[in-house]
């Protein structure tokens, strides 16, 4: 899909929930990130891994191909007192000398790359023992639930790229494939995890979020959207009145050494 995430970089920086507490902290007690770490976050857009690792003490350096997702990211960066060295590169040629990280993140975006060219590119940046993870953090559609209604109003205004989005597994928020790219690329020791758990949402948040998923504000024309969002609220005023929502989310990770 032709995607430009820019074009909704505000309500991805607002509404878009981030990587929750657990997962930083299971990475961190299983010894895959430490304190004074080198990071490097592959496909940052408004940095929730690189905030994340940033946080906790890592030494971060954040790469995204859209400017305007780095100008959000440099600003919320900037509201929690971080220092996050940002730069505008795609993950497959990061112009960043070989062996220079311990660790080498990408958080909800593995499916948007060239993936044997950024896992190759991975593998090169990381110092020997280093880790890769490819981590997501998805919406559940569930039977009846509001992910699944508002999915099939997506298809409505966006009928012609549901496959290729879903093919990857957003549908059940775990990802076979990329074992597949990491082994290929030379990564050993290749491990997993995933847990569930609930975001909340007011519904004009909840509206901001579907705006800043891929198959609707970077993709569809002002006018397509603003059609969209009229439709959303008639159809969270009719069948989910009630807020704030209770939306059911999936982490996944695969961790793998260099």
């Given amino acids: 899909m032709q995607v430009d995430f820019g074009r909704t970089s505000e309500d991805y920086a607002r509404h878009r929930a981030g990587f929750p507490d657990a997962f930083?902290?299971?990475?961190?007690?299983?010894?895959?990130?430490?304190?004074?770490?080198?990071?490097?976050?592959?496909?940052?857009?408004?940095?929730?891994?690189?905030?994340?690792?940033?946080?906790r003490g890592?030494?971060?350096?954040?790469?995204?191909?859209?400017?305007?997702?780095?100008?959000?990211?440099?600003?919320?960066?900037?509201e929690e007192g971080l220092s996050i060295d940002f730069r505008?590169?795609?993950?497959?040629?990061?112009?960043l000398p070989s062996e220079s990280f311990g660790l080498v993140t990408a958080g909800t975006c593995w499916h948007w790359f060239d993936r044997a060219a950024a896992a190759r590119e991975a593998f090169r940046v990381l110092a020997p023992g280093g880790r890769l993870v490819i981590a997501h953090f998805d919406w559940l559609p569930?039977?009846?639930?509001?992910?699944?209604?508002?999915?099939?109003?997506?298809?409505?205004f966006n009928a012609s790229q549901v496959a290729p989005y879903v093919?990857?597994?957003?549908?059940?928020?775990?990802?076979?494939?990329?074992?597949?790219d990491a082994a290929?690329?030379?990564f050993t020791g290749l491990e997993s995890f995933s847990f569930d758990t609930v975001v909340h949402y007011s519904h004009e948040a909840w509206m901001g979020r579907v705006r800043a998923s891929a198959k609707v504000g970077p993709v569809l024309s002002p006018e397509e959207a603003?059609?969209?969002d009229t439709a959303h609220a008639k159809l969270l005023a009719e069948r989910f009145p009630d807020?704030?929502?209770?939306?059911?989310?999936?982490?996944?990770?695969?961790?793998a050494t260099r």
């Fill in 243 to 255: 807020a704030p929502l209770a939306v059911p989310h999936r982490v996944f990770a695969l961790v």
């Fill in 58 to 78: 890592g030494s971060v350096t954040a790469l995204d191909v859209s400017a305007p997702m780095l100008d959000s990211a440099r600003r919320l960066a900037t």
């Fill in 167 to 180: 093919s990857f597994g957003h549908d059940a928020g775990i990802y076979p494939r990329w074992f597949l």
């Fill in 142 to 156: 569930l039977p009846g639930n509001v992910v699944e209604v508002v999915h099939s109003l997506i298809d409505t």
């Fill in 24 to 55: 930083f902290e299971r990475l961190s007690r299983e010894g895959v990130f430490h304190p004074g770490q080198r990071v490097l976050d592959l496909g940052a857009g408004t940095g929730t891994l690189a905030r994340g690792w940033a946080k």
């Fill in 184 to 186: 290929t690329a030379g």
């Fill in 226 to 228: 603003a059609r969209f």
């Fill in 88 to 95: 505008v590169a795609p993950a497959e040629r990061t112009g």
